[in-house]
């Protein structure tokens, strides 16, 4: 029999302090991006153990009760979006550091962590966590994993399915699947947890998961680059794979719009190089030999200059001068100061193609809006690309046309519509593009096999 009052409910198996009314919940924001807008939901749970998360789950099942997993909500397409009909359950609370293994370097964590307060944690035991991202002051591990997020670091240690070695995951039935592995190597089976690395909550809720964790470096060099050539920089990414020993850590290209426009007024962030260069290759290394590894990328950047495979090149000298290089890149926050509205991307496509994607978007853009502002930069290392597009209005025709725009050339040349964002409700309409028929059936085969009501995250990826 469907209960009714299904809240109180939960406050009386759960304790009236690990559930927020529609009226308390309101009061806190929908998501980190949609700045005034506030969290809209019947009840928020606020579990502080697998077992409340399994409680909270059995009870919604029974009473066909749809859920939206909640981390930090810093999902920038719709993944958290969150109705009044719906219980949204935050990890918030589950955000226990639970064990930081030295000798198999492996760290145990509750899926409502702090990103960055798991780096400072495993660095102060001397190790790294390399996953690192814009969001990590928000973000946690649990959302992490659900959206298999991607970053700075990827292009040499991995994006996140890559850092996960065990698991656990509470079902939408409320059934707690434990595969809590240390070990690399497990074919025992099919390896379920990949099952759940992606599926941004709409297959279980990550609870708890042991990650692989590397040596902390011992050097650390970073340098801002300008070029004018598209090709050179690629052939500089491949002579730096070859040169620098493996410690090849990032590789960010910045086309020059982007650049100009986080280093002029008012932006803070004076222009390390002149704003004249077509593209800007930030590149870092991270590596154990001090003296070596320096000597190697200076060695690669003197080299290229006098090739002519680089124009230009500076080194960060300091920490304040990493900050500086670093928050060029990164504070994209600033972008939605000057422009609104703000259409933001990320997707995935061939190295080799970038550059004509790049100028076909940005000639459609211009050929369908007399005043549209373009910036695109991204991972190249690891083919993925940000983009943000700002045309003046943010109605659903225009949406849908800068979505066009933007996803379609991506089809015939084998990219993605998403890189590391996923799928969410804002670019379900175009997994098409990405996924063949046969693959969406099985996609939605599965979530009828694990959720069969639907009622974890409705709506969203399928």
């Not at 994006?159 to 595969?179: N, P, Y």
């Not at 070596?292 to 304040?320: H, K, M, P, R």
Request: one cysteine or more.
């Amino acid at each position: 029999m469907i209960n009714s009052n299904i809240v109180q409910t939960l406050i009386d198996t759960l304790g009236k302090d690990s559930i927020l009314t529609h009226e308390e919940a309101f009061v806190r924001p929908a998501s980190v991006w949609r700045a005034g807008e506030n969290l809209q939901c019947k009840a928020l749970a606020r579990p502080k153990s697998p077992t409340e998360v399994s409680e909270i789950m059995k009870i919604c099942f029974a009473n066909n009760q749809t859920v939206v997993p909640h981390g930090g909500l810093t999902n920038v397409v719709g993944g958290v979006k969150t109705s009044i009909d719906d219980i949204a359950i935050t990890l918030e609370r589950m955000n226990v550091i639970e064990e930081i293994d030295l000798r198999n370097k492996t760290v145990t964590v509750q899926a409502g962590v702090i990103l960055q307060d798991l780096q400072k944690a495993v660095a102060d035991a001397g190790l790294l966590f390399p996953l690192d991202l814009g969001a990590k002051g928000s973000c946690m591990i649990g959302g992490n994993i659900s959206s298999n997020a991607g970053g700075l670091q990827a292009l040499r240690y991995g994006v996140m399915r890559q850092l996960v070695l065990g698991l656990e995951v509470v079902l939408a039935d409320g059934t707690i699947i434990s595969s809590m592995n240390k070990m690399m190597k497990n074919n025992a089976g099919y390896d379920l947890k990949h099952l759940f690395i992606g599926s941004e909550g709409t297959l279980g809720i990550v609870t708890k998961a042991i990650l692989k964790l590397e040596d902390a470096p011992k050097s650390r060099n970073t340098a801002l680059v300008g070029l004018n050539s598209f090709e050179n920089a690629i052939d500089f990414l491949h002579q730096a794979k070859k040169n620098l020993a493996n410690t090849l850590s990032s590789y960010e290209i910045i086309w020059q719009d982007y650049y100009q426009l986080m280093t002029s007024s008012p932006s803070t962030f004076s222009p390390p190089l002149p704003q004249n260069y077509a593209y800007y290759v930030l590149i870092e290394t991270l590596g154990q030999s001090p003296e070596t590894d320096t000597t190697l990328f200076q060695n690669l950047l003197e080299q290229s200059l006098e090739n002519g495979l680089i124009d230009d090149a500076v080194l960060a000298q300091s920490q304040q001068e990493l900050d500086w290089f670093w928050g060029i890149r990164e504070k994209v926050e600033f972008v939605f100061s000057v422009h609104k509205p703000v259409f933001l991307f990320d997707v995935s496509l061939p190295i080799t193609e970038m550059e004509n994607y790049i100028e076909t978007i940005k000639t459609n853009l211009k050929n369908e809006w007399n005043d549209v502002a373009f910036y695109a930069f991204g991972h190249m290392g690891d083919g993925n690309l940000h983009l943000f597009v700002s045309c003046g209005d943010d109605d659903e025709i225009t949406r849908h046309k800068v979505e066009e725009i933007v996803f379609m050339p991506l089809q015939p040349i084998g990219g993605s519509i998403t890189a590391e964002h996923g799928i969410g409700l804002e670019k379900k309409a175009w997994l098409h593009l990405s996924r063949s028929e046969e693959e969406m059936a099985l996609m939605r085969m599965l979530k009828n096999t694990l959720d069969p009501k639907g009622i974890l995250n409705p709506n969203k990826v399928v």
